[in-house]
T-cell receptor
């Protein structure tokens, strides 16, 4: 079962920042927070991941609360092409490469012109 | 880097026939691949974990005799839907993780749309 809770849908105006929340109150100390997104009828696309510290890359920023029970994905300047379902996933830090990603229901982000 | 190719992108088959879907890691070796299924307006559901050179591990409720998985090399895993029926119509997606890569190492294929008529 997914260990995350996300709002089912959100809207954002084009050019504005999109802030997508995720609750993972049962996260363990050895679990990463991952974010993926899925544009309609395509495979999921990796966005960003983090363990404790905030992270930023060319796509987005990830803000993780100090207690690690929630996080926020920030798309700084949303475009129409960012319309997608965004998934927040927790995964244990284990070795071997066999650790599976379990998807929850995600947040349907709609970027409006 | 880290490209996963999935083929075919869509397939229509008659009820009772079998369909094979291929998942290839193009520029890295993947000891582990994952197979997901997604019904319309639903999330991805993990079906099985495919391990190179060994038997796949199936999630609870997934019939291993119906969904045959073969991971014969470090770059290829196949999913065969045997005796397909209309209820097997779905979007099938594979994922692979490169050995030794960091946490961002999960790469997904573009998916296969299966329609059973």
């Amino acid at each position: 079962d997914a260990k995350t809770t996300q709002p089912p849908s959100m809207d954002c105006a084009e050019g504005r920042a999109a802030n997508l929340p995720c609750n993972h109150s049962t996260i363990s100390g050895n679990e990463y927070v991952y974010w993926y997104r899925q544009i309609h009828s395509q495979g999921p696309q990796y966005i960003i991941h983090g363990l404790k510290n905030n992270e930023t890359n060319e796509m987005a920023s990830l803000i993780i609360t100090e207690d690690r029970k929630s996080s926020t994905l920030i798309l700084p300047h949303a475009t129409l092409r960012d319309t997608a379902v965004y998934y927040c996933i927790v995964r244990p830090v284990l070795q071997g490469g066999s650790e599976k990603l379990v998807f929850g229901k995600g947040t349907k982000l709609t970027v409006n012109p | 880097g880290a490209v996963v190719s999935q083929h075919p992108s869509w397939v229509i088959c008659k009820s009772g026939t079998s369909v094979k879907i291929e998942c290839r890691s193009l520029d890295f070796q993947a000891t582990t691949m994952f197979w997901y299924r997604q019904f319309p307006k639903q999330s991805l559901m993990l079906m099985a974990t495919s391990n190179e050179g060994s038997k796949a591990t199936y999630e609870q409720g997934v019939e291993k005799d119906k969904f045959l998985i073969n991971h014969a090399s470090l770059t290829l895993s196949t999913l065969t839907v045997t005796s397909a029926h209309p209820e097997d119509s779905s979007f099938y997606i594979c994922s692979a993780r490169a050995s030794g890569r960091g946490g961002y190492g999960y790469t997904f294929g573009s998916g296969t749309r299966l329609t059973v008529v």
